[in-house]
């Protein structure tokens, strides 16, 4: 069993993220800056030179930023890591079940 986090980075979840946020002993006005980091953020399209309208979205980690990989890593510390060492996938997959 392999979890690909290749384009995890686009897929983090604003609500959820801000949720688990909530939670941990970070300073209240840090966790409002983060917040409004992540809030009302919105991309466009560019086809040759043309630009699309702006379209708010709810999901991703900017990227780019120097907060990026560190919220990146908050909001993915929870999930559990396996570790299974055969030649053999069938093998692994049985070891981590």
């Given at each position: 069993m392999f979890l690909v986090m290749e384009?995890?980075?686009d897929r983090v979840w604003y609500g959820g993220f801000l949720y688990k946020l909530l939670k941990t002993p970070l300073p209240p006005a840090l966790k409002k800056i983060i917040a409004?980091?992540?809030?009302d953020r919105s991309f466009c399209v560019a086809v040759?030179?043309?630009l699309s309208a702006?379209?708010?979205?709810r999901l991703g980690v900017p990227q780019g930023s120097c907060l990026s990989s560190s919220l990146f890593a908050a909001f993915t510390d929870d999930i559990?890591?396996?570790f299974a060492s055969t030649r053999r996938a069938d093998l692994a997959v049985r070891k981590v079940q």
């Amino acid at each position: 069993m392999f979890l690909v986090m290749e384009k995890a980075f686009d897929r983090v979840w604003y609500g959820g993220f801000l949720y688990k946020l909530l939670k941990t002993p970070l300073p209240p006005a840090l966790k409002k800056i983060i917040a409004i980091f992540l809030r009302d953020r919105s991309f466009c399209v560019a086809v040759e030179e043309v630009l699309s309208a702006p379209h708010l979205t709810r999901l991703g980690v900017p990227q780019g930023s120097c907060l990026s990989s560190s919220l990146f890593a908050a909001f993915t510390d929870d999930i559990p890591t396996y570790f299974a060492s055969t030649r053999r996938a069938d093998l692994a997959v049985r070891k981590v079940q």
